[in-house]
């Protein structure tokens, strides 16, 4: 029996709960009095994705100064330099580590991690709808903090064991985007769903710009190891804040206001009464002939050639063809992801804006989006190739390419939650582990072709790939791309399609038995 000040919640998965509320018109005052908890959780969502991102590439700066380069350049194999001037990597501002690895081996540490990414997004993306995405997301963050902490005793012993942790790593960073794509579409008012998305994913941003910022910083200035203890130390702190504040939905949430709980679900169409989301089964059949799914699938993977060649292979890209020190490798490689966050953040705004005044369709402003965020970069990366070590050039392109990419968190990203979002968890797991072929490719592919060759022509092959993928990601996503909820995010479209069977069965029969 529910007591005075007490309500009854379901947490899925979980036995009836009585959560006390407080009287609204009562002298004390509780969080929702501040803030809004749908903000509360698009902010713990924006640090997730900043800690997911901040421990994903902190390895690609790091591992420049874990590397003995005089020992690697001075060896059997012979490469050839880039014909950049090199004026700086002469001094003590470039720092040899301990380990001999080469490009082949660099190639492989790094695109572990995208082997755990792989292999985890399906199941996590239909846990989080099924059971739980709060602690689902609890576990992405953990999985990656505890080996961070580890990495630097475990290279110690090999590299194939750091590969290990960077495995177990993906394995947690995989959870990331389902589970959060789960808790946008149970948080997220219709109106404000481009926002909260962009806010969320922008985190990924800001978590590459302070990762690269300060894991150059501290390798430059104390040592490589410190870059792990340090980043995964202050990381821990979010799990406390995600574990007291934070539910699967606002229906089970102490904090929240009757008032914004109320349009919360109002807006997403759901019943008053219904405590626990429905566990639906995945309309496969509908999914696996959808073109709009398919236009964010390929989107997706597609955009992740360009993506991760800005993210990953950049610093490399400074390292070997401009030739940069340590310092100016961090500066160069981090602050465009700044401008991309800011960008994200007001393209989302100017969208929500058009579209709750009805100048902008939903379909219309994921398509924009998209554009900017695909075929703009591709030129970007073009015209890097037709530029002869113009360092202030060369970054104002990369700079720009980096900054237009932001779009793609208003634009497909988005879009599993537009066409169903009652499956965007599991569809999301399904095209980011598409997705998450090209962060496996372009790794190694890059080792193999500057394994012997630094060249600016050699890294034009690789420039120029991946603005092609942008261009192809382009013309898909405007053809076949839809902003529109599909019928088939309906649980009643199946229930009713049976109905309408079985009675032009039963009026059959009864033709029949007339005659």
Excluded at 8 to 28: A, F, T, W
Excluded at 332 to 353: D, G, H, N, R
Aim: proline share 5%.
């Amino acid at each position: 029996m529910v007591g005075q000040g007490e309500r009854l919640v379901v947490q899925p998965g979980q036995n009836h709960m009585y959560v006390p509320v407080r009287d609204s018109g009562s002298g004390s005052r509780r969080l929702s009095d501040y803030v809004k908890i749908r903000y509360v959780f698009a902010v713990l969502g924006f640090i997730l994705m900043a800690i997911v991102y901040g421990l994903k590439v902190n390895l690609s700066v790091a591992i420049v100064g874990m590397r003995n380069h005089t020992a690697e350049k001075s060896g059997p194999i012979n490469i050839t330099q880039s014909d950049c001037p090199s004026d700086v990597q002469d001094d003590t501002a470039s720092k040899d580590g301990p380990f001999e690895w080469g490009e082949e081996v660099n190639g492989v540490i790094l695109s572990s991690y995208f082997f755990g990414y792989l292999v985890s997004q399906v199941p996590g993306g239909r846990a989080a709808e099924v059971f739980s995405a709060k602690w689902i997301l609890f576990a992405s963050v953990a999985l990656n903090i505890i080996p961070t902490l580890l990495t630097p005793p475990a290279v110690m012993i090999h590299w194939s064991v750091l590969v290990a942790m960077r495995i177990i790593e993906g394995v947690g960073g995989g959870f990331s985007f389902p589970a959060l794509h789960v808790m946008i579409s149970r948080w997220a008012p219709v109106e404000e769903r481009s926002l909260i998305s962009s806010i969320i994913y922008a985190g990924t941003a800001i978590g590459t710009v302070l990762s690269l910022l300060f894991t150059g910083l501290i390798v430059d200035y104390i040592n490589w190891e410190a870059a792990f203890y340090i980043m995964g130390g202050l990381s821990s702190i979010w799990c406390l804040l995600w574990w007291l504040l934070m539910t699967d939905s606002p229906r089970t949430n102490p904090y929240i206001s009757d008032e914004e709980r109320d349009y919360i679900t109002s807006s997403l169409g759901e019943d008053k009464e219904e405590v626990t989301p429905k566990k639906l089964s995945v309309p496969w059949k509908h999914v696996w002939t959808s073109s709009p799914f398919y236009a964010i699938l390929f989107s997706h993977m597609f955009s992740n050639f360009g993506w991760y060649m800005l993210l990953i292979e950049t610093p490399i890209y400074y390292d070997q063809v401009l030739r940069l020190s340590m310092n100016q490798i961090t500066i160069y490689s981090s602050l465009p992801f700044f401008t991309l966050w800011l960008f994200s953040l007001a393209l989302s705004a100017c969208q929500s804006k058009l579209i709750r005044k009805k100048i902008l369709t939903v379909t219309a402003a994921r398509k924009i989006a998209t554009f900017l965020a695909s075929a703009l970069p591709a030129l970007c990366l073009v015209a890097v190739n037709f530029l002869h070590c113009e360092m202030g050039l060369i970054f104002a392109f990369m700079a720009v390419g980096t900054t237009l990419m932001g779009g793609m968190f208003s634009g497909f990203l988005s879009n599993h939650i537009d066409i169903a979002p009652r499956f965007a968890g599991t569809l999301m797991g399904i095209t980011n582990t598409v997705a998450t072929i090209p962060g496996i490719v372009v790794p190694i592919i890059v080792g193999q072709l500057t394994k012997t060759n630094h060249t600016r022509e050699q890294w034009g092959i690789i420039l120029n790939s991946a603005a092609a993928f942008l261009i192809v990601e382009s013309v898909v996503y405007t053809v076949f791309g839809s902003g529109q909820e599909q019928p088939w995010n309906n649980p009643n479209v199946a229930i009713i399609s049976k109905d309408v069977e079985q009675k032009e069965a039963t009026e059959d029969e009864d033709e029949d038995t007339k005659m």
